[in-house]
């Protein structure tokens, strides 16, 4: 929902210009709450009220507010942002703006700037000279930038629900198991394709559960086949698929037989030794060494990886970053143009990217657990729908249905 | 008959023409005739001469052709003269003639904020003492709350809904405490609303006697004066004990203006 509050004054009881503006605002589909009236007591006497306007969408109020202008409503002026310098680098001023992964607006001048790169938990640094707001992380904000305290001046633009583009018709509840599948899974398939006609990136944003059940050459195919643009996982991801790759198992089982392999439990340091005796993944491409599997197909089909590490990590390998807010930093550099964000089978890299990505970003999380989900849909990332069910059903449905096989 | 409290301002027409287009009336092909404008003003002048108390004159000013509508000028009320604030450029130049005829007669002159339009008793005309006052083409709604505002009056604003009706007093005409003329489908049906429940007597003239302008009558008394040709509207009248005067003003509704149009009741 965005709102706005206008004011209408004189007489707008006996003219009908009350129910009019109430009128027009249903009409055009918006809503309304009158916040305040005065009646004037004789006829001679002027009325006044001040209505909160609200619609689902920024153009459906825009065009409201235009139409009841007509009528005298005039907008409540929402003041001027309120900036201060942040102290120090990586602290920030007493009372800041904290963001939202919403389209935000900053009045600035006289005049709305749109708030780069939507994140949510971040500052909003205003660039005086240039005009241009941009959301900063904590960590990343220098002494003396200008950062937007309180809320005055600040405006949220809701993104359009999936019911309003009728997109993700079964996906709109909350996450379920007892849905059919199939359906869901040509959806997301549909959305895929959707967003890359219109020119934007898909993010797939993966677990090493992909690799344990025999998913990884569904998830290669959409690779070769151009529906992955850039691909987030830790290192467990990587390094399974790699002890597949160099040993045919994932943590020391066939992927083939569903056998243990003699001294299996040792494959995956194996496979990290001989990627850090190389010199990282793509090193181990070029020589020779790795020949097929995920990381494979994405060093040969030049689609970016970024690797985080986390505490549990063994190795990790050469390409995994180990500093958090390094990590931090390279995955946002990769979500500019990212319309699409499929997380499979990852708890904490989907909270972790879903706490990075803009509202507007689609966002599909599977996984065999349904409160993967719901928690990160509790930590903000409410644009997200769920599908519950096994990585290897998803991805090979997934995969059939954009690429044929 | 004659009613001497009653003072006109009108304006010669040495100057008017049709020089450029500001409403669906006017048109660059169909000019008008100047010495038959002449001849109309001059015998419209001489009816009100007969009926009003004073008819002053206002010296036109050669390169605005609309002056001649005086209606336009502004709203007086009592000591205070509204003065208006056009909505097209063209019409702009006309307020500095007209703010100092009124300052030389000492009225107060009201300005209006810059964006706010308001073009005078074109659109704002008194029925008793209420004012009704017309918006969306010409003059803008936060106008009439500034007047109201102001004078301590009540102020109903009517939106109007046909562009060929773009001022008030092309479609509505108080006559007295309790009647008017009006075209119906010239308003919204909100402001159809308002003057069906506050004219006690609201008389819907005809469609085709509405575009010859029937609503744009001078009312000075029990007499009214109008364009020629409106035999129903001129039976209503007489019905109603009003002297009907009627007279060609052919020439100026090619500009979109009638009687009423061409003067402004001062007093």
């Known amino acids: 929902m965005v709102s706005e509050k206008v004011l209408l004054s004189g007489h707008i009881i006996d003219s009908l210009i009350l129910p009019k503006v109430l009128d027009e605002i249903t009409d055009l589909g918006g809503t309304f709450a009158i916040e305040e009236i005065h009646v004037g007591r004789t006829r001679r006497d002027t009325s006044r009220a001040c209505i909160e306007v609200s619609a689902t969408s920024r153009d459906r109020l825009e065009r409201i507010l235009e139409r009841i202008k007509r009528q005298g409503a005039v907008s409540v002026e929402p003041g001027e942002v309120k900036l201060v310098r942040a102290p120090r680098d990586g602290v920030l001023p007493e009372g800041f703006y904290s963001s939202t992964n919403l389209q935000t607006d900053v009045q600035f001048k006289g005049r709305w700037i749109r708030v780069r790169n939507p994140e949510m938990d971040c500052a909003v640094v205003v660039d005086t000279k240039a005009r241009r707001a941009a959301t900063v992380p904590m960590s990343d904000v220098r002494k003396g930038d200008r950062v937007v305290v309180g809320e005055q001046g600040v405006r949220v633009l809701p993104e359009k629900r999936a019911e309003e583009t009728d997109e993700f018709r079964f996906m709109r509840s909350r996450t379920s198991s007892e849905k059919p599948k199939e359906i869901m899974i040509h959806e997301i398939a549909a959305q895929m394709k959707s967003a890359k006609r219109r020119g934007g990136k898909i993010l797939v944003v993966g677990g090493p559960a992909i690799v344990h059940t025999g998913a990884g050459r569904y998830l290669e195919r959409l690779i070769r086949k151009g529906f992955v643009d850039v691909l987030f996982a830790g290192n467990a991801l990587a390094v399974h698929d790699v002890e597949y790759a160099l040993f045919e198992t994932s943590l020391g089982i066939y992927l083939d037989r569903g056998q243990s392999a003699e001294g299996g439990h040792g494959h995956h340091v194996r496979a990290i030794n001989a990627i850090r005796a190389a010199g990282g993944l793509r090193r181990a491409v070029s020589k020779g060494i790795l020949k097929k599997g995920v990381m494979y197909t994405c060093v040969r089909e030049k689609v970016p990886f970024v690797l985080a590490g986390s505490i549990r990590d063994d190795g990790p390998l050469p390409e995994v970053i180990t500093d958090a807010i390094e990590a931090q930093r390279a995955m946002r550099r990769y979500l500019k143009g990212v319309r699409f964000a499929l997380m499979v089978a990852t708890t904490l890299h989907s909270i972790a990217v879903g706490n990075l990505l803009p509202a507007s970003v689609r966002t599909v999380c599977v996984d065999i657990n349904p409160s993967v989900v719901t928690k990160l849909i509790d930590r903000g990332s409410f644009q997200a729908a769920g599908l519950v069910t096994d990585a290897e059903l998803f991805l090979r449905e997934l995969s059939q249905t954009l690429t044929g096989s | ?267």
């Open chain 2, 1 to 267: 008959m004659k009613q001497d409290s009653t003072e006109l301002l009108m304006c010669s027409p040495e100057h008017y023409g049709i020089h450029y287009v500001i409403n669906p009336w006017m048109k660059l092909s169909r000019p008008s005739d100047p010495q038959r404008s002449l001849a109309q003003w001059t015998a419209l002048h001489e009816i009100l001469e007969r009926l009003a108390g004073t008819v002053h004159v206002i010296a036109p000013a050669s390169g605005l052709p609309d002056m001649v509508f005086t209606a336009n000028a502004g709203l007086p009320v009592g000591e205070r003269f509204f003065l208006s604030r056009f909505r097209h450029e063209q019409r702009q130049h006309e307020s500095p003639h007209f703010r100092k005829w009124f300052e030389a007669r000492g009225f107060d002159i009201v300005e209006f904020p810059e964006d706010v339009y308001f073009e005078g008793a074109g659109d704002a005309l008194f029925l008793g003492p209420t004012l009704f006052a017309g918006y969306r083409y010409r003059s803008d709604i936060r106008a009439h709350t500034l007047i109201a505002e102001q004078q301590g009056i009540q102020v109903l604003s009517l939106e109007l809904a046909d562009r060929r009706f773009y001022h008030l007093d092309t479609c509505f005409a108080p006559l007295n405490g309790e009647s008017a003329l009006y075209y119906p489908k010239a308003f919204d049906p909100y402001a159809r609303q308002v003057i069906e429940a506050n004219v006690e007597d609201a008389i819907a003239v005809p469609a085709e006697e509405a575009l010859r302008f029937v609503c744009n009558a001078v009312v000075i008394g029990r007499n009214v004066v109008i364009h020629q040709d409106c035999p129903r509207t001129c039976k209503e009248l007489t019905a109603r004990g009003f002297g009907v005067h009627e007279t060609d003003l052919s020439e100026f509704i090619k500009a979109g203006g009638s009687a009423k149009c061409l003067t402004l009741q001062i007093r």
